[in-house]
């Protein structure tokens, strides 16, 4: 009967600890313990995101208790960018529209990948989530990958879900969306 109890008990330890794994992000483990910047700010795949997030001042709007659904593109996303963008978006003269930029990413509450499909179930294949700066991303599944459509047509890919974060929950994607 020990031996079944010590059994059991190390498989719930096991399964414990695997749930609790935390997901690696640019090289970096992502602790559901911080919040969105303190994981953020060590991936070496958003360091320009980051840079950006100092830019327009909204590290202290991403360090808040949220929560905060962030599609968060990479380093590569943020290249796609017609040459000298993301150079211009950080000068101060350009702060609003790097502002509206990033909080397009952005969607109040936390959905993991389960509620995002579940919502698109809901619409027929398509659900219009309402960003942060007032703007909609329109969320589909492409197969077994979820795609995001921005308000000029572009489309982006997650490429890694359901990053959770004691503020929210961030989806890495493969191409920055952009507001009309």
């Known amino acids: 009967m020990k031996k079944i109890v010590l059994v059991i008990m190390s498989a ?3 399964q414990a600890s695997y749930a609790q794994k935390p997901v690696e992000v640019g ?5 559901a313990t911080k919040n969105i910047v303190e994981n953020a700010v060590n991936s070496k795949d958003h360091t320009t995101l980051i ?18 659904t962030v599609f968060a ?5 943020f290249d796609k960018l017609p040459a000298g963008t993301v150079a211009s978006l950080v ?8 502002t509206k930029i990033l ?9 993991d990948v389960n509620a995002i499909a ?23 599944m492409q197969g077994n990958k979820l795609v995001l ?14 990053v959770y974060q004691s503020n929210g929950v961030i989806h890495v994607i493969d191409t920055v969306v952009l507001p009309s």
């Open 12 to 14: 719930f330890v096991l």
């Open 27 to 31: 090289g970096a483990a992502m602790y």
């Open 51 to 68: 840079a950006e997030v100092k830019a327009a001042g909204l590290v202290e709007t991403l360090q808040s208790a949220g929560p905060f």
């Open 73 to 77: 593109p990479t380093n590569a996303a």
């Open 91 to 98: 000068q101060p003269e350009n702060k609003a529209t790097l």
């Open 103 to 111: 909080t397009y990413h952005v969607v109040a509450g936390k959905l």
């Open 118 to 140: 579940q919502l698109i179930k809901e619409g027929n294949g398509t659900v219009v989530l309402k960003t942060v700066s007032g703007g909609t991303l329109k969320a589909s």
């Open 149 to 162: 459509t921005d308000e000029k047509g572009g489309m982006s890919t997650v490429t890694i879900q359901n």
